[in-house]
């Protein structure tokens, strides 16, 4: 029965095939969203499956036989002082138990590796899953941080842009000593254009490597037909 549900423990690999979406969803899977709710969900899967683990070979599953599961029952206290609440399920209490510190190993934050006090204390298998899980778990955490710093870059990075190309402007322009109010008619125009007609997208969009010729002319006639068609030489 061990060898069973630790078997069925490693099938839990097969829901991998859910983070990676097929090339049919591309449009869904380049949105920002998806690109941060990824790892995140990624975390939660393996920290299931580490707490799959753990139940098996980490104590949890011999503590149960011993004790039972009434003894990991919890209280969920009311808002006041009166209200007594009410009991949790002891499966449902032991699960997030373990679930908990299979999150903080993957994590890097275990504050308990050798589990004193747990039924992880001197337990051999318990000490492996750690001594494997919190080096990747430290590795698991950086790419999640990685993950949202890239994502800030890139949803701020016209503005970055905007505010390099102001400093540079601002510089140049105490350089010359031009007039304050027409360093102020200077700023008036970059702020214009970052509001309507951005020039740093458009000249981004419009590159030769980033569209073929009929993308560029379905572009270019979807911006200037009205203009052409409310042309004198139209009429």
Same mark, same amino acid.
């Given at each position: 029965?061990?060898?069973?549900?630790?078997?069925?423990?490693?099938?839990?690999?097969?829901?991998?095939?859910?983070?990676?979406?097929?090339?049919?969803?591309?449009?869904?899977?380049?949105?920002?969203?998806?690109?941060?709710? #990824?790892?995140?969900?990624?975390?939660? *899967?393996?920290?299931?499956?580490?707490?799959?683990? @753990?139940? $098996? !070979? /980490?104590?949890?599953?011999?503590?149960?036989?011993?004790?039972?599961?009434?003894?990991?029952?919890?209280?969920?206290?009311?808002?006041?002082?009166?209200?007594?609440?009410?009991?949790?399920?002891?499966?449902?209490?032991?699960?997030?138990?373990?679930?908990?510190?299979?999150?903080?190993?993957?994590?890097?934050?275990?504050?308990?590796?050798?589990?004193?006090?747990?039924? #992880?204390?001197?337990?051999?298998?318990? *000490?492996?899953?750690?001594?494997?899980?919190?080096? @990747?778990? $430290? !590795? /698991?955490?950086?790419?999640?941080?990685?993950?949202?710093?890239?994502?800030?870059?890139?949803?701020?990075?016209?503005?970055?842009?905007?505010?390099?190309?102001?400093?540079?402007?601002?510089?140049?322009?105490?350089?010359?000593?031009?007039?304050?109010?027409?360093?102020?008619?200077?700023?008036?125009?970059?702020?214009?254009?970052?509001?309507?007609?951005?020039?740093?997208?458009?000249?981004?969009?419009?590159?030769?490597?980033?569209?073929?010729?009929?993308?560029?002319?379905?572009?270019?006639?979807?911006?200037?037909?009205?203009?052409?068609?409310?042309?004198?030489?139209?009429?």
């Amino acid at each position: 029965c061990r060898f069973s549900l630790l078997l069925n423990n490693v099938k839990v690999i097969r829901i991998l095939g859910f983070v990676y979406m097929p090339d049919s969803l591309w449009r869904l899977r380049d949105t920002g969203c998806v690109r941060l709710c #990824r790892p995140l969900f990624l975390l939660l *899967l393996v920290s299931h499956w580490t707490a799959c683990l @753990l139940c $098996c !070979l /980490g104590g949890y599953r011999h503590s149960v036989q011993q004790l039972g599961h009434d003894a990991y029952k919890t209280r969920f206290q009311g808002t006041s002082s009166q209200d007594e609440g009410f009991e949790v399920n002891g499966r449902v209490s032991l699960y997030l138990t373990v679930l908990i510190e299979a999150c903080y190993m993957m994590t890097g934050m275990l504050d308990n590796p050798v589990g004193d006090g747990s039924p #992880r204390e001197k337990n051999f298998g318990a *000490l492996l899953i750690v001594v494997i899980g919190g080096p @990747l778990g $430290c !590795l /698991g955490i950086a790419s999640i941080i990685s993950t949202i710093v890239r994502e800030q870059s890139l949803r701020y990075a016209l503005e970055m842009r905007h505010n390099e190309n102001r400093a540079f402007v601002k510089k140049a322009l105490e350089n010359l000593a031009i007039p304050k109010e027409l360093q102020r008619r200077v700023y008036s125009l970059h702020y214009y254009q970052r509001l309507s007609h951005d020039k740093e997208a458009l000249s981004v969009l419009f590159k030769d490597d980033n569209l073929n010729p009929n993308l560029e002319s379905a572009l270019r006639v979807y911006l200037y037909h009205s203009s052409v068609l409310g042309s004198t030489y139209s009429k």
